[in-house]
């Protein structure tokens, strides 16, 4: 007899009601009474469970009794609808097997487990109620990411890893290296060529760069990969891998990608309620009460857009004393992004910021001494991702290069762009792991990366 | 006026013919006469390009004529079905104007380039005919990998790059550091406990182990993602940053996955076929003749299935003189494979290979001193990936891990997957480059890749 999903069980229960099904899975709970027992049984294919009801009729009562708690397990029974309260569904147990035992030292039993317990469990948390929520919305929503951009005719660039510019600064770059270290120390010499790639290489920070090549040749194209900051930082935010997304569109402004932005931010976050309503409806009761609707909301207004400017005047203006005084020229506290959140009442993109405050290369350079960039600011969390117009002008890169004191032979290539068929151009990068953990409630994002890496954390 | 997308244009020409268009994009080609001139234009989101056709009646006729190959362009003109021959519809100018010049070195002009030259530009070569349809294909065929296994219910999971197994060791493995090497010279002592993981880690070759996690506990997944290996092999196959795409499936045997893998090929290759019939042309016609029938072979025919053992006997009872004699208990040589895929014309999985010919410590122990694995042969290329049924039994597990030698203190966490409720569960390996050069008929994996990491090549 062939075993079905849970997945397709719980789509198909009319169809199956009174038939005998054969399902695959894990005991997540058992309680036993003298002459029945009840089962919490999942395949992990959908967030619901089934129960199973067992008794004392199966020849095999007293052992299936024993079966424990993180078992897997075979069942045959009948689909019927449940006697007690708490679920619509149930099934009678015609025969039930062990598949794989599970020993006595299990750490996850049908308790409230720390979030801190589970992190040094990363392997078996996502067998929890919790990380199985989460990490099917961000599979979900990975999905998402990619339907979004393919049906819109973007193409995916997978650009490198391994990246050979800024691996000397190495601020927050990782550095790889195929020597040997203890050779190092017996030797007293470092021998970049005898490296893998002949010279020092590092982890990349973003995939932009290569991302604006990809969009001189396809017009639009997005990046869906990791990248790594060797950041030191114990905060909930910080991670030293996380996955990244970054569309970079040719011919494209700010305000188109400020468009392209909004679209996404709204597509991906319907998509994914519209697809994991069990899920969602957990979280919000469990995590983050409000989350459905705080995430309706974001779907169901349009974002507002607000210069800098604008925005340091209506801080300067508000009646309220903040810890930092907003001044013209000064980067956004976190209370001055909150306070504009709250006087929108929704997501705003912030723009056109001093190029003094950001200092960022790349982005396109305005004659009055701000840059064509945006802020996205979200109600409760703050800046959640940057975007900016890109500069197309090869001489004006060129000379703020050579004012921050960059090694420019690192972005001969980068600056050709602009030489060869330059275009107008824009493009983002959102944390993927910022924005599963605003769709998720999840307030720390070492649970929302299965094995996240942290300063003195590199589990398995 | 807005304009359109070039692949949007292609997609209703009926309905735009005879209308005013507006575009945006590159010179591909520029051919001058002293009434005409032509201009073949692209902007990357479809492998056609446009004829565009303008003469002296525009004012800035002459200006127009200096614009150089690579330029981007905007330009307004009516669709028109073509006087000449090559193309359907043509562009006939009515505005065109420089959007972004091109100056005269720029290297890619419209004539033959050799591989090795274009790989050295490697930022400019996704303008050419031939990279378009290479990493157009590459897009698609990433999108058929979620279509595919999205639908049927699997989840993406994200396996972590950094990772604290076998980093020691180290044989083919990249290893990261946060330590300043020209320090260790100068204090001469390694000190891993202030590396940023407060110990050496490495970059992943596998996401396999943590997608067994992730299986435990979802059943069925899938990773897709970039694993390195610093194997300092020069050849046309081998490349240090590579993606692969990694399921595990739980309560699955190696007849399972095998079904999983057959459904999985075929469906990439036909999703592709669909989407991208101009690509395909053109590289059947300039890359690899008869590169569409080949394709279109691999999905109308079922694969075979057999034995190591058998395809022992079949090479030694073959008349033919191989350079290496086939022999029970030796690894097969690229001639073997060869004429096992030729003798039975189509796809072959070699299953239960001796397990000292394998050595895998993962792979299902058979009682017959086998394991339960199996190598996709592919006619023309031979061995393309491999999948196994994964050892489910802890002991045994134990038993080899403590034979080959092996640090166990690095796999407890793999092990105890088989005392915590253990399934029969498989998986397999594929490198998504080799499938794309497969798919393409691309030669060097250097040329299926963006931006190639080689020994003595990271670019940009």
Redesign the interface.
């Known amino acids: 007899m062939d075993?079905i999903?849970l997945?397709?069980l719980f789509s198909n229960v009319i169809e199956l009601k009174g038939k005998d099904i054969k399902l695959?899975?894990?005991?997540k709970n058992h309680r036993k009474q003298k002459e029945f027992g009840f089962i919490y049984f999942s395949?992990?294919?959908c967030f619901k469970q089934l129960q199973l009801v067992y008794d004392k009729e199966l020849k095999n009562f007293e052992e299936i009794q024993k079966i424990k708690i993180?078992?897997?397990i075979e069942v045959i029974g009948e689909l019927i609808e449940s006697q007690g309260g708490g679920q619509e569904y149930e099934l009678k147990v015609k025969e039930l097997k062990l598949?794989?035992?599970?020993?006595d030292?299990?750490p996850?039993q049908p308790k409230q487990h720390s979030m801190e317990f589970l992190r040094e469990q990363s392997?078996?948390r996502?067998?929890t109620n919790t990380?199985?929520a989460v990490?099917?919305i961000?599979?979900?929503a990975?999905?998402a990411i990619?339907e979004f951009f393919?049906s819109r005719?973007f193409?995916?660039?997978?650009?490198?890893?391994?990246?050979?510019?800024d691996c000397e600064g190495a601020g927050e770059m990782?550095?790889?290296?195929?020597?040997d270290?203890?050779k190092?120390?017996k030797t007293?010499?470092?021998e970049n060529e005898k490296e893998?790639?002949?010279?020092p290489?590092g982890?990349t920070v973003s995939g932009q760069?290569?991302g604006e090549?990809?969009a001189?040749?396809?017009?639009?194209i997005y990046t869906f990969?990791?990248t790594?900051r060797?950041d030191?930082s114990h905060t909930p935010l910080h991670i030293?891998?996380f996955?990244q997304i970054e569309p970079e569109v040719?011919?494209c402004d700010l305000e188109g990608i400020m468009d392209i932005s909004e679209d996404f931010m709204k597509f991906i976050i319907k998509y994914t309620l519209d697809r994991c309503p069990d899920e969602f409806k957990f979280l919000d009761k469990f995590v983050e009460n409000g989350l459905i609707e705080k995430l309706i909301k974001v779907i169901s207004n349009k974002f507002v857009r607000a210069t800098y400017k604008e925005c340091i005047e209506i801080l300067q203006k508000a009646d309220i004393k903040f810890q930092f005084k907003p001044e013209y020229g000064e980067d956004l506290a976190k209370e001055h992004e909150r306070y504009i959140t709250d006087y929108f009442k929704c997501p705003v993109f912030i723009t056109y910021w001093p190029q003094k405050v950001k200092k960022c290369f790349y982005m396109k350079q305005m004659d009055d001494g701000t840059v064509a960039n945006a802020d996205l600011e979200m109600p409760g969390i703050g800046e959640t991702y940057g975007m900016s117009q890109r500069e197309?002008d090869f001489d004006k890169l060129d000379k703020y290069i050579t004012e921050l004191g960059m090694d420019k032979s690192e972005y001969i290539?980068?600056m050709?762009?602009?030489?060869?068929?330059?275009?107008?151009h824009s493009g983002f990068g959102m944390g993927f792991e910022r924005l599963i953990m605003y769709m998720t409630g999840m307030t720390n994002i070492r649970d929302v990366?299965?094995?996240p890496?942290t300063?003195?954390?590199?589990?398995?």
Chains 1, 2 share one sequence.
Request: glycine share 10%.
């Open positions: 075993y999903y997945s397709d695959k899975g894990w005991i395949d992990g294919t993180g078992s897997a598949h794989g035992d599970c020993t030292d299990y996850i392997y078996l996502l067998r990380f199985q990490f099917r961000r599979s979900v990975s999905m990619h393919q005719g193409i995916y660039a997978h650009t490198p890893i391994f990246t050979a510019s990782f550095r790889v290296t195929t020597q270290l203890n190092i120390v007293g010499k470092v893998y790639f002949g010279k290489v982890l760069f290569e090549a990809f001189q040749a396809f017009s639009k990969g990791p790594f060797a030191p030293a891998e996955w040719a011919f197309d290539w980068y050709n762009l602009r030489k060869y068929g330059t275009t107008t990366i299965a094995f890496r300063p003195g954390n590199c589990l398995y």
